[in-house]
């Protein structure tokens, strides 16, 4: 049960799965000392890829791990008191709880950590300072994880200059971001030619939902690891409501090998994540027009070309920044072109279903 159905992200590689290609090219970015950017929906992954790929890394190159759960950050002020409260704990201890709002990680037998400078506790005026000061007395080759980067909202600018700075005086720090391709991501991505991180992008590592034959094999390996019997009939009945993103079909598998029936556990997490789903699309749809919500709910009858789109009454600027974002952004959509006409639907039945309920 615990090498593939888990509540908490994987630690280790060996509880990975699926994920092979993602996280050879992750490895490799971390040992060139680069930065990458883990991209993908909500469930796909990204956070147990970042987290058990840089730990094999720390293993290997005896460092340590910090990753920042940033999901309820909302400003860089936040995600700097996190880091400094990380930093102070990875000085302070030994512990490998990776499951805290902010937590770190060291190799087991690992000797003294190689720390220097002070940390300071940001206040209005030195954010950028305390950041920097906080990640130059890291220990050499140290991995920061920066989970859902894109919830950090306001002074943008602020922000890139401060990883410019560190990408620039402490070029041994490996940061590894993970979200969608929005907000600091996509500033630092395509940051023009005056600005600090121009030349300088993370590398893109993208987690998309499973093929259909590696989600069977997930879901049959696991319950046949925990004894639980099961039927061919419930295993597409699964695929067919939850699609193939690893999170849904991980907490379907979990609830089977605690001891739900089939239909019990299935009704449970499709009814939980429809409703997070629809969470996620409202707030996407959060100032914009009423048509954005009338096109999101027409996508959800089945592909739609642009011109089907349109017919909402919504502005060709206005449907262009909705695809580009729920297409590009969030991979919550994919775009098939059919003949000569491009259709877009959503990439798993998940957020199909949740759309029909906006």
């Known amino acids: 049960m615990q090498e593939y159905f888990n509540i908490h992200p994987r630690t280790e590689l060996k509880m990975l799965y699926g994920r092979k290609k993602e996280v050879e090219k992750l490895l490799k970015v971390l040992h060139a000392s680069g930065w990458a950017v883990v991209l993908g929906p909500r469930m796909a992954g990204k956070t147990s890829l970042s987290i058990a790929t840089a730990v094999e890394y720390a ?3 005896r460092t340590a791990v910090i990753y920042l759960n940033l999901s309820t950050a909302k400003s860089f002020r936040d995600l700097t008191l996190r880091l400094v409260s990380a930093v102070s704990k990875l000085k302070e201890s030994r512990k490998r709880n990776i499951n805290a709002e902010f937590s770190v990680f060291i190799p087991a037998g690992l ?3 190689g720390f220097s400078g002070k940390l300071h506790r940001p206040n209005e005026h030195r954010v950028s300072e305390s950041f920097e000061d906080a990640i130059m007395t ?8 920066l989970d859902e980067i894109q919830e950090v909202k ?10 410019w ?8 720090i490996r940061i590894v971001f993970t979200g969608s391709y929005s907000g600091v991501v996509k500033k630092v991505a395509e940051a023009h030619h005056e600005e600090p991180m121009f030349g300088r992008p993370p590398v893109q590592i993208k987690v998309l939902p499973w093929a259909r034959k590696t989600a069977e094999e997930f879901l049959i390996k696991g319950l046949k690891g925990c004894g639980v019997d099961y039927e061919d009939v419930e295993i597409d009945e699964t695929i067919s409501l939850l699609g193939t993103l690893p999170g849904w079909l991980n907490e379907y598998g979990f609830r089977r090998c605690i001891g739900e029936s089939h239909s019990e556990a299935l009704s449970i997490v499709s009814t939980s994540a429809v409703q997070r789903a ?8 959060k100032g914009r027009g009423p048509a954005s919500r009338e096109v999101v709910r027409k996508l959800s009858e089945g592909p739609k070309s642009w011109s089907e789109l349109l017919s909402t009454g919504i502005s060709k600027p206005s449907l262009s920044s909705l ?3 729920l297409t590009d952004g969030l991979f919550l959509l994919k775009k098939e072109t059919i003949g000569h006409r491009v259709f877009y639907s959503f990439t798993n039945p998940v957020y199909r279903d949740a759309a029909r309920l906006l």
């Open 138 to 145: 890291l220990p050499p080759d140290t991995v920061i994880i």
């Open 154 to 163: 306001g002074r943008l600018d602020r922000m890139t200059r401060a990883f």
């Open 165 to 172: 700075v560190v990408f620039n005086e402490r070029p041994d």
């Open 323 to 325: 695809l580009e974002v």
């Open 111 to 113: 000797g003294s950590l």
């Open 59 to 61: 293993k290997d190159a």
């Open 278 to 285: 629809k969470r996620e699309l409202e707030n996407i749809l």
